[in-house]
T-cell receptor, first 110, second 114 residues
Framework: AQRVTQPEKLLSVFKGAPVELKCNYSYSGSPELFWYVQYSRQRLQLLLRHISRESIKGFTADLNKGETSFHLKKPFAQEEDSAMYYCALSGSSNTGKLIFGQGTTLQVKP | DAGVTQSPTHLIKTRGQQVTLRCSPKSGHDTVSWYQQALGQGPQFIFQYYEEEERQRGNFPDRFSGHQFPNYSSELNVNALLLGDSALYLC?????????????FGPGTRLTVL
């Protein structure tokens, strides 16, 4: 079954601390992985996708096919990073259909 | 460009009624996907429309149907509403091809079924 698991509902860190939001997936094929973010009172927006290999707002994510993970990392958290983060999966057989995890709320304390 | 727009913002219905939600895609986009997001959950894929046809469908009953118009806008219809249909309904648009999976989301329609 195709599935995305985000084991933490809430991650609370202090400003300046490193952040790692976990994402594990189950997919029989070559998946495309994404991280979407939703800031307070804003719409869901794409943060990054693994094939772009970009660093957006200081966040990076590496696809680990051996561990079927796509963890989101940032070395130094900022208060403005506080938001809901969703990991999502798509694949060659599901073009355009995103499978989302349940989301993790990141709370960055001053 | 206003991006993806959805109407109405909020809607209250009673069990058994029917509802229609509307979505206008981002300028230049030709594909519309609909998602249901229950409270505390991630979005769940309902279906996707391209060239006025349903292209893919998630695990939702036939009570959920849709339509895409020649201008690429789309409607989501839900018949015989159940209490469990209460959720935020998200519309996302994209462009078929290499960037199909890069979806732009609307603000959502909050449906409450009483």
């Amino acid at each position: 079954a195709q599935r995305v698991t985000q084991p933490e509902k809430l991650l609370s860190v202090f400003k300046g601390a490193p952040v790692e939001l976990k994402c594990n997936y189950s997919y029989s094929g070559s998946p495309e992985l994404f991280w979407y973010v939703q800031y307070s009172r804003q719409r869901l927006q794409l943060l990054l996708r693994h094939i772009s290999r970009e660093s957006i707002k200081g966040f990076t994510a590496d696809l680990n096919k051996g561990e079927t993970s796509f963890h989101l990392k940032k070395p130094f958290a900022q208060e403005e990073d506080s938001a809901m983060y969703y990991c999502a999966l798509s694949g060659s057989s599901n073009t355009g259909k995103l499978i989302f995890g349940q989301g993790t709320t990141l709370q960055v304390k001053p | 460009d206003a991006g993806v727009t959805q109407s109405p913002t909020h809607l209250i219905k009673t069990r058994g009624q029917q509802v229609t939600l509307r979505c206008s895609p981002k300028s230049g986009h030709d594909t519309v996907s609909w998602y249901q997001q229950a409270l505390g959950q991630g979005p769940q894929f309902i279906f996707q429309y391209y060239e006025e046809e349903e292209r893919q469908r998630g695990n939702f009953p036939d009570r959920f149907s849709g339509h895409q118009f020649p201008n690429y806008s789309s409607e989501l219809n839900v018949n015989a509403l159940l209490l469990g249909d209460s959720a935020l309904y998200l519309c996302a648009s994209s462009v078929v091809g290499l960037e199909t999976d890069t979806q732009y989301f609307g603000p959502g329609t909050r449906l409450t079924v009483l």
